[in-house]
């Protein structure tokens, strides 16, 4: 079955450090490739996604490149500020329009 | 913008109560799903839904139940609530054609003493 492997956290940095989640996953065929974000107190919302292999999503400063080869999906940033303490998931989705979520990691930035 | 709403932020009930939790979303999505958040277990799959009345078990069903009557709407039911059941409830949506984005409920805490 489907399943996605991320870096445990917790992860705490100081403003303006840079970011890597790492993110790797197993599936069959094609899927497409998820980053969602969980501010305190929130539900999920979607940070960025790619749908295919050498896709790069990007959103609000964030990357994350579909990397079929190493069957990744590594999140970035190159200057972290504190409004982007949350926790953040990885997932995928499969042909059957269900979503599996990696454990989730928990980002602390302090200033 | 999409917008889905549960019905309840927090929610405390007694073991043994049959609990309704409600999802409504506005964007005339064919999917719907629930999930619950645990600590360290991330997101597992509860049920979902592909159309009106249309059910599908997730990874987790058991102790629950779903209900689907309007396309706008899903409600999960917890027929006995056990104690074990105490935690986040995320509603979600998404369009319908494949690899859709799911966007999500605020959730709903539950606690079941």
């Known amino acids: 079955g489907n399943s996605v492997t991320q870096m445990e956290g917790p992860v705490t940095l100081s403003e303006e450090a840079f970011l890597t989640i790492n993110c790797t996953y197993t599936?069959?065929?094609?899927?497409?490739l998820f980053w969602y974000v969980q501010y305190p107190g929130e539900g999920l919302q979607l940070l960025l996604k790619?749908?295919?292999?050498?896709d790069k999503g990007s959103n609000k400063g964030f990357e994350a490149t579909y990397r079929k080869e190493t069957t990744s999906f590594h999140l970035e940033k190159g200057s972290v500020q504190v409004s982007d303490s949350a926790v953040y998931f990885c997932?995928?989705?499969?042909?059957?329009?269900?979503?599996?979520f990696g454990k989730g990691t928990l980002l602390t930035v302090n200033p | 913008d999409v917008k889905v709403t549960q019905s309840s932020r927090y929610l405390v009930k007694r073991t043994g109560e049959k609990v309704f939790l409600e999802c409504v979303q506005d964007?005339?999505?064919?999917?719907m799903f629930w999930y619950r958040q645990d600590p360290g277990l991330g997101l597992r799959l509860i049920y979902f839904?592909?159309?009106?009345?249309?059910?599908e078990k997730g990874d987790i069903p058991e102790g629950y139940s779903v209900s689907r009557e309007k396309k706008e709407r899903f409600s999960l039911i917890l027929e006995s609530a056990s104690t074990n059941q105490t935690s986040m409830y995320l509603c979600?949506?998404?369009f319908g054609t494949g690899y859709d984005e799911q966007y999500f409920g605020p959730g709903t805490r539950l606690t079941v003493t």
């Open positions: 997932a995928l989705q499969g042909s059957n329009y269900k979503l599996t």
């Open positions: 964007m005339d999505h064919e999917n």
């Open positions: 839904s592909y159309d009106v009345k249309m059910k």
């Open positions: 790619a749908t295919k292999a050498d």
């Open positions: 979600a949506s998404s």
């Open positions: 599936a069959t065929g094609y899927p497409s």
